[in-house]
């Protein structure tokens, strides 16, 4: 068993910082949440900045869009057109993507400067990609509400967790410790 521990011991410390991170991690951001909701900030402080963005960044493409807080639950309506299209709930707002992210470059750490970088550099275009997301998915469902289950779905979601993945893979191949320790 101890010769077993001693062959993938690399293993087991990445799945038990990985795993601590991620506990942490989400941990915090369901204590945040807990007690982010405010009347300026509805549902929270990151979807409401996200609902916004999303408006700002439809109408810079020429779309007439409002978000209004919902009234029966902890999301923002986003209606384009007069036409209500979706709700941006706490899950579009990236924080969860952003977790997972982090706490995987946490585990296959590089040095500490570059780890520090890449995770903002990182976050900010998941951050970004998701903003994008939501607002071609607005106007996808503005314009094929048919398509609504393809849309959130399955493309959409793939999108982010493959970009997710694309950073983890860069990561792994050029900055983490664990490549200089296996060359």
Sequence with gaps: MRDLLIQYK??????????IVYAVLTFSYKLYLQH?????????????????QSKEMLET?????????HPNEPSMKLIINK????????GCN?????????????????????TVLYLLAGSV????????????LSIGLYHYPWRKDILHTVIFPAIIYG?????????VNRFSNRRDNDE
């Excluded at 087991?12 to 795993?19: A, D, M, S």
């Excluded at 900030?41 to 409401?48: E, Q």
């Excluded at 493409?61 to 807080?69: E, Q, T």
């Excluded at 977790?99 to 585990?107: D, M, Y």
Aim: glycine share 2%; proline share 2%; charged share 15%.
């Design 10 to 19: 690399t293993v087991i410390k990445f799945i038990i910082t990985f795993l």
């Design 36 to 52: 982010a909701s405010s009347e300026i900030y509805y549902p929270d402080y990151m979807t409401n900045l996200v609902a916004k």
């Design 61 to 69: 493409l020429g779309y007439s869009a409002r978000v209004i807080p």
């Design 83 to 90: 036409k209500y299209v979706a709700r941006v709930i706490e």
């Design 94 to 114: 990236s924080v969860s993507v952003i977790i997972l992210f982090s706490s995987f470059i946490v585990a296959f750490s590089g040095r500490f400067k570059t």
């Design 125 to 136: 275009l998941i951050y970004i990609a998701n903003l994008v997301r939501v607002v071609v």
């Design 163 to 171: 970009m997710v993945c694309l950073l983890w893979l860069f990561w």
